[in-house]
T-cell receptor
Framework: SQKIEQNSEALNIQEGKTATLTCNYT??????LQWYRQDPGRGPVFLLL?????KEKRKERLKVTFDTTLKQSLFHITASQPADSATYLC???????????FGSGTRLQVQP | EAGVTQFPSHSVIEKGQTVTLRCDPI?????LYWYRRVMGKEIKFLLH????????ESGMPNNRFLAERTGGTYSTLKVQPAELEDSGVYFC??????????????FGPGTRLTVT
């Protein structure tokens, strides 16, 4: 069955450092891979999308890489700030379907 | 522009009762999705509407769940009768891929359902 794995342990880093979150998947050939941010008591908020034929995408302090051979995406936040503290969700979408399959998320805590 | 709204924010009902959740998508968004997160698990897809038509119902757990989107605007999700395992947070999302083509979905704040 399809499986998406994100590090369930919280990631604690110091302000100003780069946070790197990992998303691995199996038994899936996604057309798109998306990253969302979720704060407590709120719904997920879209951050970045990367297509299967793209290797890297950037947006301001955010960078996503996508390796379809390794079946892995890395999500980087550079110059991290305490306001970046949240849970980050990886979501996959297949060809022909619009439903998203989510990972369980990784909680990021940026210490001032 | 108003975001996706959901009502109620929290519902507590007894096993066997009926609950109806409502979602108002972003105006003009043809695509509407329902997802839910049960305790300790990841967010899971339930179904997808395109306007008033059900495009994908593959995630609906059983026939106790009924989703409607009359007129292609707001949507309701009814659970009847509710069971303990239905407890969780129900999210609604919408998207308009005609304009963006990128597939990002805009989520509401969720309805927390507690079945006792």
């Amino acid at each position: 069955s399809q499986k998406i794995e994100q590090n369930s342990e919280a990631l604690n880093i110091q302000e100003g450092k780069t946070a790197t979150l990992t998303c691995n998947y199996t038994n899936y050939s996604p057309a798109y891979l998306q990253w969302y941010r979720q704060d407590p008591g709120r719904g997920p908020v879209f951050l970045l999308l990367i297509r299967e034929n793209e290797k890297e995408k950037r947006k301001e302090r955010l960078k996503v890489t996508f390796d379809t051979t390794l079946k892995q995406s890395l999500f980087h936040i550079t110059a991290s700030q305490p306001a970046d503290s949240a849970t980050y969700l990886c979501a996959l979408r297949g060809t022909g379907r619009r439903a998203l399959t989510f990972g369980s998320g990784t909680r990021l805590q940026v210490q001032p | 522009e108003a975001g996706v709204t959901q009502f109620p924010s929290h519902s507590v009902i007894e096993k066997g009762q009926t609950v109806t959740l409502r979602c108002d998508p972003i105006s003009g968004h043809d695509n509407l999705y329902w997802y839910r997160r049960v305790m300790g698990k990841e967010i899971k897809f339930l179904l997808h509407f395109v306007k008033e038509s059900k495009q994908d119902e593959s995630g609906m757990p059983n026939n106790r769940f009924l989703a409607e989107r009359t007129g292609g605007t707001y949507s309701t999700l009814k659970v009847q009768p509710a069971e303990l395992e239905d407890s969780g947070v129900y999210f609604c999302a919408s998207s308009q891929e005609k304009t963006s083509g990128r597939g990002e979905q805009y989520f509401g704040p969720g309805t927390r359902l507690t079945v006792t």
